[in-house]
């Protein structure tokens, strides 16, 4: 099993958990902001990795520290959980409908981080978290994983809608990615013959 412990601390943030990429979708979520927590359920729950994750962050200043270090954790543990990664498909996009919106995420494991968001919304706040902090989280997962991601909105109109399928694209499309075949189990896919160096 490809599992990872979530440790991180920090004067502004105190993070632990487990994520599992070889599970079923399992988790238990709590970053203390609500909007957050589902988000990040759609994304255990869709990629099929159990996570478990919780976050006590300084609030009282504002939800940017905890966004941003969730994702930072979250990346740097799924990063662990894939080791050398031998054997992974290492591609992987998804383009997802939900209800007026449609969303698309393509991810390559590259060890080269790098994030081209598209994605655009008419309300500052879902929730108590604020909209701009979705770009935060994907950059910083992004870097943290070490992987190039590109999110784009095709279309759309709920904001909430807008939000919940590019995490569900991402989910599903990082299921592709993290994914060994029979064929490939003992390849790395990369003609340098490493992706843990740049």
Not at 46 to 51: A, T
Not at 111 to 123: A, D, G, M, T
Not at 144 to 166: D, F, K, R
Request: charge should be negative; aromatic fraction near 8%; include cysteine.
């Amino acid at each position: 099993m490809r599992k990872a412990s979530i440790d991180r601390n920090t004067t502004e943030t105190s993070i632990g958990g487990v994520v599992n990429l070889d599970g079923v979708g399992n988790y238990f979520i709590k970053t203390s902001i609500p909007f957050l927590d589902h988000m990040l359920e759609q994304f255990s729950r869709h990629s099929m990795i159990d996570l478990e994750i919780t976050v006590n962050g300084d609030l009282q200043i504002d939800a940017h520290h905890t966004a941003e270090d969730s994702a930072l954790a979250i990346g740097q543990a799924i990063n662990k959980a894939l080791g050398n990664r031998i054997g992974i498909c290492r591609y992987g996009s998804a383009l997802l409908p939900m209800d007026e919106t449609l969303s698309r995420v393509v991810i390559d494991l590259s060890n080269r981080p790098y994030l081209i968001w598209k994605v655009c919304f008419s309300r500052d706040k879902l929730g108590t978290m604020d909209s701009e902090l979705f770009k935060e989280w994907f950059y910083s997962f992004a870097q943290a994983l070490g992987a190039t991601i590109h999110v784009e909105t095709l279309y759309g109109e709920n904001n909430h809608h807008i939000a919940e399928s590019c995490f569900k694209a991402l989910a599903i499309a990082l299921h592709d990615a993290i994914t060994i075949y029979d064929r490939n189990v003992n390849i790395i896919p990369s003609t340098k013959g490493t992706l843990t160096e740049i």
